[in-house]
């Protein structure tokens, strides 16, 4: 039965034990790297409503060092316009050139990842690697990583429709100077 108001992951693993299944909710991890990557820009998410615009990631992506952008093949126009605003040469664009697999390698690996509410976030989480993930019309409380381990959510507190064709005005308080100080603090 669907339960309003509880986090996905103590969901999943209510499912998987009803099927007599045991799961720890607090067990996320899949392992931890050296973290000799480079830093993530993930501007991309599945709907407008939970995309910050790609002129505030570029900002993002210029403040930090060794950054590579991601994303998949619909998000390569998004990905090559924060990299082309933040001053980052072609070849740091990794969207639409990497598979499954790499990604998920490439994460496992990074030393930060930055992002919106998206299934980015979730590796990091689940590969440890420090975070700053976006959130604009769905709470952390029920989608974001746990408190501590070195990822920061940052939301404005404004619920809507996470299926919206434009960004959630919660998303756009979000501002440059928070996700850069957030960057910097989970990375040191």
Partial sequence: MWRDGVHEVRRWCELLEWHGIPADP????????????????????????????PERFAQVAAALEDVVVTGNEQEVPIARRVAELAALPPERVLAGRTGLADLIDLIG????????????????????????????????????????????????????????????????????????????????
Wanted: net charge negative.
């Fill in 109 to 188: 690996r990074a030393r930060l990842v930055v992002c919106g509410d998206t299934g980015v976030a979730h590796l990091a989480t689940a590969f440890c690697v420090p975070s700053v993930v976006l959130f604009g019309p769905v709470s952390p409380a029920l989608w974001g990583p746990p408190p501590g381990w070195r990822h920061v959510a940052l939301w404005a507190g404004e619920n809507g429709d996470p299926h919206g064709e434009r960004p959630h005005p919660g998303l756009l308080k979000i501002e440059v100077s928070e996700v850069v100080e957030a960057a910097l603090e989970v990375t040191s």
């Fill in 26 to 53: 607090a067990d996320l991890t899949l392992g931890i790297s050296d973290r000799s990557g480079p830093a993530i820009v993930h501007p991309g998410a599945s709907f407008p409503a939970r995309r910050w615009p």
